[in-house]
């Protein structure tokens, strides 16, 4: 039952994320419709004052970071005199006072003390300075790794875009100064900043509009073109998909406990999964021999009853744990025994033998040894990029004196 439940907390959080980004890109759009040419001062005064109640109840209730991006659009509405500071000032206090009004009794309810969420999440993050416990990233990591994953070849796109529509450039503009702002906390996370991206697809299909506007009469062009980008969105597809397997050593060393032939015997065991293990695949879903899910779940056990436990802080010394997945080097009284690496990055394969060479030993090798195509041999053989793995790992430890 524990394990429905905690798979129901997790969709539930996922679900919620889903209806965050709706309702920003709901503000967002509203926003959009002012600065469309004949919409009169009326419409515009009330499509800025939905855009900014959707951004203000957004962040009352589920991301008070929105306000980060809440502030830039207030700052342009009062400089374009769209609305006045009365204006944006009393809407501000109701809905402010509205999101308070449904969040509080929900959460002080669960909590079972008077709590804000939001309010708590940003003295403890912000004003105390402890979100550098969760790691500090450098400064521009939003610019240089988290846009380039979200948006791939569409980044640079996107940014022409903002330079070629002067309406977008205004948007943009805004969502740069929420990353920047962003930026100045240690702790970073893409999911802070993905409500932007909607805005920077926007922007690129302005620039891929401008770029293939002048062959908008060819048609082998347009097809020539179309098939670029398919191959491309492919490529990048298989690529990502390829780094993807190697970057969740966690789910890897489960899957590597569970196949041991040393623990086979063992009908019951306490294992413990440290921090980095739980991070990087070590969900629910691949604790197969779960003791706790044993009665609802009796085929997936087969045979073996094992418990899974995540305690912070335990010590070296401590015996309650058979087996302990760690990114420790080496545990007191506890025997390693398997290693699972952790991916680090890609960097430019320097090859010995030209590509010939390499494409006839591959042949040679599967017709000696009667093996089928692999993906894996290929990338090796045809890849100007190699993946590394860092001196991280996660380690399999069996205790080697119970007592």
């Known amino acids: 039952m524990r394990r429905l439940q905690k798979r129901k907390i997790a969709l539930t959080i996922i679900f919620g994320f889903a209806l965050i980004n709706h309702t920003v890109q709901i503000a967002l759009g509203q926003y959009m419709i002012t600065m469309k040419r004949g919409k009169t001062n009326s419409a515009r005064k009330q499509g800025t004052l939905n855009a900014c109640s959707f951004l203000t109840i957004a962040a009352v209730i589920f991301r008070l970071e929105l306000v980060a991006l809440l502030a830039p659009i207030v700052l342009l509405s009062l400089i374009s005199k769209r609305v006045t500071?009365?204006?944006?000032?009393?809407?501000g206090f109701l809905v402010t006072f509205a999101g308070l009004e449904m969040t509080l009794p929900i959460d002080s309810y669960f909590w079972q003390k008077l709590t804000w969420p939001e309010g708590a999440s940003l003295i403890f993050n912000v004003l105390e300075g402890k979100s550098a416990e969760w790691g500090v990233m450098p400064w521009h990591f939003y610019l240089t790794s988290s846009l380039p994953k979200l948006l791939g070849i569409t980044y640079p796109l996107a940014l022409l875009g903002f330079v070629l529509n002067r309406k977008v450039f205004l948007l943009g503009?805004?969502?740069?100064?929420?990353?920047?702002?962003?930026?100045?906390?240690g702790h970073k996370e893409t999911r802070f900043i993905i409500y932007i991206v909607p805005v920077w697809n926007l922007s690129t299909s302005i620039c891929v509009h401008r770029i293939t506007s002048p062959?908008?009469?060819?048609?082998?062009?347009?097809l020539g073109l179309m098939s670029l980008i398919g191959v491309v969105a492919a490529l990048n597809m298989a690529f990502t998909t390829y780094l993807s397997m190697h970057n969740y050593p966690g789910g890897a060393a489960m899957m590597a406990l569970h196949s041991l032939e040393d623990l086979r015997p063992i009908q019951e065991l306490n294992i413990h999964l440290d921090n980095l293990v739980?991070?990087?695949?070590?969900?629910?879903?691949?604790?197969?021999n779960d003791l706790d899910g044993a009665q609802n779940y009796p085929l997936t056990t087969k045979g073996r009853l094992w418990r899974y436990d995540k305690l912070a802080n335990i010590t070296e010394s401590s015996h309650q744990f058979d087996v302990i997945l760690s990114e420790?080097?080496?545990?007191?009284?506890?025997?390693?025994l398997e290693h699972v690496?952790?991916?680090d990055?890609?960097?430019?394969?320097?090859?010995?033998?030209?590509?010939?060479?390499r494409l006839f030993d591959f042949v040679q090798s599967c017709w000696a040894k009667k093996a089928c195509f692999s993906f894996h041999s290929m990338w090796d053989i045809l890849s100007p990029i190699e993946i590394v793995f860092n001196h991280k790992q996660i380690t399999i430890f069996l205790q080697t004196n119970p007592t």
């Not at 062959?215 to 347009?222: A, G, T």
């Open 341 to 343: 690496t952790a991916f």
């Open 328 to 336: 420790q080097p080496e545990l007191h009284n506890f025997q390693a």
């Open 345 to 357: 990055g890609v960097r430019r394969r320097h090859f010995k033998a030209p590509l010939s060479d």
């Open 173 to 185: 503009a805004c969502t740069l100064v929420f990353v920047v702002a962003m930026s100045c906390l």
């Open 85 to 91: 500071f009365w204006q944006l000032v009393s809407r």
């Open 278 to 288: 739980s991070q990087t695949g070590g969900s629910r879903f691949l604790q197969l």
């Open 215 to 222: 062959f908008r009469h060819s048609r082998w062009i347009k």
